[in-house]
């Protein structure tokens, strides 16, 4: 029976393998400290943040989420250790509330690695506090217990670190805020919750159950969606031990019936987002439409909530994404598990002298190696099987994208006609693991923009091979580099323009050393731009002057409640402006307009594109971290540099580009300027 814990009370832990589970209404940072006798923590070397996760015994994620998962092992802390604090803290410096007055009470869980609930925590009573020491493991008597504190801080993660006996907190809280803000900007947006009329019945992707609420199925920490797990593929689900634990049942539950149509009024989405795996209880399966005693039912293309099958495509596209990043999650997880406890048993047996040595030593060796590797084989069964699940589901769902979510080389393009509606999202690329790299999940963010992309012509971070998957080739040069992010950057353009209406969404493009010219060949010769960008510093000052007027005039308008003044030669389509080579043809005013611009343009229909490689901009130090933490980043060639919302792998970004020899490009956008010269006649 789970205990209920309130400020003060205590409760005894019965294993020393647990997890800490935290729930919160926002993103939240997380952090642990070890810390001696008196609980004061003397070495910032030992605290774990999004910045340094790991220590020895103690892993917490790597940036700000709503949920996180914090795997402990007290058994493997260093023997001066007596007390462990699990802070949390309010992101500083990123959008976001500043209290925890303003969110949700935050929550705290304590499991087994099995999943089974030891102790709860919510921590009610915050208001002004920025920062709060949630919860305290410590040792009595060679047991350790768990302590609810939740004592707050309104001067925020560093008053909380002091506290801590921490040196220099001040410093050490910019530095972990630093980690989170960085961590943050390469994290790809979570999609939002479906409307309120999403379908609820079969197919449909639930929402996730509080984190203490959620049953693990393999592995000591498991990630994965019930959705995904199988009768037939629970590994080892009646044998027990610490990969499987015993008494998961994976029977299949009755299929749900079909869902009804929008609009009938029997069911709505109650906040449910793209993901997946409501839990129930006992940790059975979620009812899922098809499914039977041999296994899950074969994939169908718009398997999600959702009005339309636009949206229920983009819902279930970010549910493949966060079930592929759960179930590696959980295989890597299992493979810790099984590194830790082979090289704990290793260092017991050499511990002991007379072990070290003859036939019982060799024994004990091999037994511990087989044990070891009969869990990564069955870690191994089980992301197979996910996979393979997910590959069958990519594979229905990838034909059937509508052309603002499909791949230039997918032959709905071929059929392409200009829109009558914007779509409610955009494939900027593809994300894989290294788990499955043919497992490509298309990366969709949500229309109109709300943050301005970057497309990096800088060098990528995977060495040789990063240039088209060829190992002879190698690093592009930077001037191939760079050629290589423009066309990436018109291609973005390019897509953009295809999936608005005709007249809603207009390009213009800053080129003040005129190296553009070649790579604008597509949009120069369908007409949708009518003569090359101008070069020079004027250029620059002339159009980012117009566009910050632009979003001037509409700010004040909208805050005044008078749109409908607004000068009649204002064009009211939204604006995407493209920004090459910079900061080349910049000085210190425009630098301000476009951070400017970048800030404030998207909330009022004027969008940001750059074309830059950040050391050529490092001569403005830290003027433009702003700027950069702001925009999405994209690069040219293959990069690990995306992160998923949920885990923060770290994924491999591949760009949306048309296909070597296709003409696909400038067929659509013919077919772009023709409508938009129909439109002015």
Do not use: C
């Not at 060679?142 to 707050?152: P, S």
């Not at 010769?525 to 979003?551: C, Y």
């Not at 690069?635 to 690990?640: F, I, V």
């Amino acid at each position: 029976m789970t205990a209920e814990l309130v400020r003060g009370q205590n409760h005894p832990l019965p294993q020393t393998r647990v997890e800490i589970r935290i729930s919160a209404g926002s993103p939240v940072t997380p952090g642990a400290t070890l810390g001696g006798e008196d609980g004061r923590v003397s070495d910032p070397g030992r605290i774990a943040h999004p910045g340094a996760p790991h220590l020895p015994g103690l892993e917490v994620p790597g940036q700000a989420a709503a949920e996180h998962r914090l795997a402990v092992d007290l058994d493997a802390m260093p023997p001066d250790v007596e007390r462990v604090h699990v802070l949390l803290a309010l992101p500083a410096g990123v959008p976001g509330p500043r209290s925890f007055g303003a969110i949700a009470p935050p929550s705290v869980a304590v499991t087994g690695l099995d999943g089974t609930a030891i102790a709860r925590f919510v921590i009610t009573g915050l208001d002004s506090e920025s920062a709060v020491t949630a919860v305290e493991m410590y040792r009595r008597s060679d047991a350790w217990k768990i302590r609810a504190v939740g004592q707050g801080y309104a001067g925020g993660l560093a008053a909380m670190l002091a506290d801590q006996g921490l040196p220099q907190a001040q410093q050490l809280a910019a530095d972990v805020e630093r980690a989170v803000a960085e961590g943050l900007a390469r994290a790809v947006a979570p999609a939002p919750p479906p409307t309120a009329g999403g379908t609820t019945g079969a197919g449909a992707r639930r929402p996730q159950p509080a984190a203490e609420e959620r049953q693990t199925r393999s592995g000591p920490v498991d990630y994965r969606h019930p959705r995904r797990a199988t009768a037939t593929g629970a590994a080892g689900a009646s044998g027990g031990g610490p990969g499987t634990p015993g008494g998961a049942s994976g029977a299949p539950r009755a299929p749900a019936t079909a869902p009804p149509a929008p609009g009938a009024g029997a069911a709505s989405a109650t906040g449910a987002g793209p993901r997946p795996g409501a839990g129930t209880t006992g940790g059975g399966v979620p009812p899922q439409s098809g499914r039977g005693a041999s296994g899950p039912a074969a994939p169908v293309a718009g398997d999600a909530a959702g009005w339309s099958m636009e949206e229920r495509l983009y819902n279930q596209v970010w549910g493949m994404f966060e079930d592929l990043a759960r179930t590696v999650a959980a295989y890597r997880s299992a493979v810790d598990f099984a590194d830790s406890r082979m090289d704990r048993e290793l260092d017991q047996l050499l511990a002991d002298p007379r072990a070290r040595m003859g036939s019982i030593a060799d024994s004990a060796r091999a037994e511990a190696l087989s044990r070891h590797s009969t869990l990564v084989d069955r870690a191994r069964e089980v992301l197979d099987r996910d996979l393979a699940q997910l590959v069958a589901e990519a594979g229905v769902v990838e034909p059937a994208l509508p052309p603002a979510y499909a791949s230039w080389a997918s032959p709905v393009w071929h059929e392409y006609e200009v829109p009558a509606d914007a779509p409610m999202a955009l494939r900027l690329g593809d994300l894989h693991l290294p788990e499955h790299t043919e497992l490509r999940i298309p990366l969709l963010v949500r229309l109109p923009l709300e943050r301005g992309l970057w497309v990096d012509s800088g060098t990528s971070s995977l060495g040789p091979g990063a240039l088209d998957g060829d190992p002879e080739r190698g690093f592009p040069d930077a001037a191939e580099r760079r050629a290589l992010a423009l066309d990436t950057a018109v291609a973005h353009a390019a897509r953009l323009l295809s999936v608005h209406p005709a007249g809603e969404f207009n390009v213009h493009f800053i080129d003040p050393g005129g190296t553009a010219t070649a790579a604008l060949t597509p949009l120069l010769h369908s007409g949708v731009l009518a003569e090359p960008p101008p070069k020079g510093a004027a250029a620059v000052t002339d159009t980012l002057t117009r566009l910050t007027q632009r979003i001037d005039l509409v700010q004040m308008a909208l805050r005044s409640g008078a749109a409908d003044a607004l000068p009649p030669d204002l064009d009211p389509a939204q604006q995407l402006l493209v920004v090459n080579d910079f900061p080349h043809g910049f000085d210190d005013r425009a630098i301000n307009q476009l951070r400017y611009l970048a800030d404030e343009g998207p909330s009022v229909g004027v969008h940001l594109l750059i074309v830059a490689d950040r050391e050529d901009a490092k001569g403005y130090g830290p003027l433009l971290d702003p700027l950069w933490r702001g925009l999405l980043r994209l690069t040219p060639t293959p990069d690990d540099h995306l992160a998923d919302p949920w885990i923060g792998h770290a994924w491999t970004y591949e760009p949306a580009r048309a296909p070597l020899g296709s003409r696909v490009l400038e067929q659509v956008l013919a077919q772009v300027a023709a409508a938009r010269r129909a439109l002015r006649r």
